[in-house]
Nanobody, 121 residues
Framework: QVQLVESGGGLVQSGGSLRPSCAAS????????MHWYRQAPGTEREFVAR???????DYADSVKGRFTISRDNAKNTAHLQMNNLKPEDTAVYSCRADLSTTPITFARDYWGQGTQVTVSS
């Protein structure tokens, strides 16, 4: 059973930083794209950042220049360095990974349970 586990959320003041992580369980064969999404209360889930297995990244306009996504392929882990946080960044941040569990299975999407990020003004 594949699991994605997020950690590293928390409460921070406006202007502060956090670095949540997303780790895929050992029962994976290949991890392709890894993504971060977020959802604030009463809103739709929105895309935050993406990183390919080769390291290509892209970001939502709202976080460009403040957030950086990275990954450690050896550990099947992605990180989201969040700097200069604003109250409007408050949300549950969830990781999504496109991965396959064996050499002969097709890749599919898996989601983590999410980690809360709260930014106080």
């Amino acid at each position: 059973q594949v699991q994605l586990v997020e950690s590293g959320g928390g409460l921070v003041q406006s202007g502060g930083s956090l670095r949540p992580s997303c780790a895929a369980s050992a029962t994976t064969f290949r991890v392709n794209n890894m993504h971060w999404y977020r959802q604030a209360p009463g809103t739709e889930r929105e895309f935050v950042a993406r990183i390919t297995s080769g390291g290509t990244t892209d970001y939502a306009d709202s976080v460009k220049g403040r957030f950086t996504i990275s990954r450690d392929n050896a550990k099947n882990t992605a990180h989201l360095q969040m700097n200069n946080l604003k109250p409007e960044d408050t949300a549950v941040y969830s990781c999504r990974a496109d991965l396959s569990t064996t050499p002969i299975t097709f890749a599919r999407d898996y989601w983590g349970q999410g980690t809360q990020v709260t930014v106080s003004s």
